[in-house]
């Protein structure tokens, strides 16, 4: 009689504990490392919107907590973190940054029952391969077919007669950005003259720069980071070459400039219509602004993520995996970046990419064309 009393209160108290609990979830990417920059952006975009959201009275009436891991844009360790993660108990990942951190940890997000959409993953194989087909796996950027269609047919019609060099850092994203650029360039009916690998997180591009002087080149297309990119677009100005840079998404970080200086002026590249200037994303951009934090690339990308998940699972009544999925599958969220909702594959349904050009220090977006 005393054990059956006892377990009905040890029932009633789990009870109770479980109408407190919290609900846990997280956000992942390179917070230490080369890239950063973009971690810092993640983090402040998630930060912000748990603060918001729980302000607003939570998720299920529950409070939401971040947890915040650090894969420094290298596979094995985002492994690592996607383990710790299923360790803590969290049901949402706001991540990862790059797409060679993404793809690997998907398969563990998957097993373990977490919802995954991810701020910036770009490349294609993220979401056509997803370890569970019938969702799981989001992502609420653009994918690499889509960003290099606009600039390999952008270089083809721009500069029909200018020696194009396409170069990559062999990561999964700056390798794929850099093949689809090529491929929707050829496909425009302008050759690549030169294409070729480099190391990344190198300080010295000399040889590389003194092989393009060489050949001549005048369009440079990089695959790859703004660290990167910076430091060649400093040497070829040493070197007195007058290129003109190209390149995707991952130079949305003031840091390009920081490591550029006046080499980064006229710098093109692609990204997605800019979210800080959207009505919906003005209040919060104006919050961080205020509060001394970034706004730039990835922030609203990092915030409508959970929106997009939070609102899933008002609408399935349960943060429960399956459950959650469905709703992402069928519903529309309001989010920073606007309406958006998720195809079969689980990419995002909003506008493409468009070309930005870095002057004065900032990137906004190309007025004329080239």
Request: proline share 4%.
């Amino acid at each position: 009689m005393k054990k059956a009393f006892l377990a009905g209160v040890a029932m009633s108290f789990a009870m109770t504990s479980a109408a407190w609990a919290d609900i846990t979830i997280a956000t992942a990417g390179p917070m230490t490392g080369q890239y950063a920059s973009f971690g810092e952006q993640m983090r402040t975009g998630a930060e912000q919107a748990v603060a918001d959201i729980n302000e607003a009275g939570g998720v299920l009436g529950e409070k939401l907590v971040l947890e915040v891991g650090d894969d420094a844009c290298d596979p094995k360790q985002a492994v690592a973190v996607a383990n710790q993660m299923a360790g803590k108990g969290v049901v949402f990942m706001a991540g990862h940054f790059c797409s060679g951190s993404s793809i690997p940890a998907s398969a563990v997000y998957a097993e373990e029952g977490i919802v995954q959409i991810s701020p910036a993953s770009t490349n294609p194989k993220f979401t056509d391969e997803r370890p569970n087909p019938d969702g799981g796996t989001y992502r609420v950027c653009g994918r690499d077919d889509q960003q290099g269609e606009v600039a390999g047919q952008f270089i083809a019609k721009n500069y029909p007669d200018t020696k194009v060099a396409i170069i990559h850092d062999k990561t999964a994203y700056g390798k794929g950005l850099a093949d689809e650029t090529m491929a929707a360039m050829e496909a425009a009916g302008k050759k690549a003259d030169m294409y070729e690998a480099y190391t990344a997180g190198e300080k010295d591009y000399t040889a590389l720069v003194s092989k393009l002087k060489q050949e001549g080149i005048g369009v440079l297309y990089v695959g790859g980071y703004h660290t990167e990119a910076g430091l060649m677009a400093r040497q070829m100005k040493d070197q007195g070459m007058d290129v003109q840079l190209i390149s995707g998404d991952a130079l949305v970080t003031d840091e390009y400039w920081a490591i550029t200086g006046d080499a980064g002026e006229g710098t093109l590249m692609t990204f997605s219509p800019d979210p800080r200037k959207s009505e919906a994303a003005a209040p919060i951009v104006k919050k961080l602004e205020d509060a001394g934090k970034p706004t730039e690339g990835y922030v609203m990308y990092t915030y409508a993520a959970i929106q997009a998940w939070a609102q899933a699972a008002e609408k399935a009544g349960s943060a429960e995996y399956d459950a959650v999925n469905e709703a992402l599958n069928t519903g529309t969220f309001d989010t920073v970046l606007g309406e958006l909702s998720f195809d079969d594959k689980g990419d995002v349904t909003l506008p493409g990419y468009v070309f930005y050009e870095w002057k004065d220090g900032k990137y906004d977006y190309l007025n004329a064309e080239k």
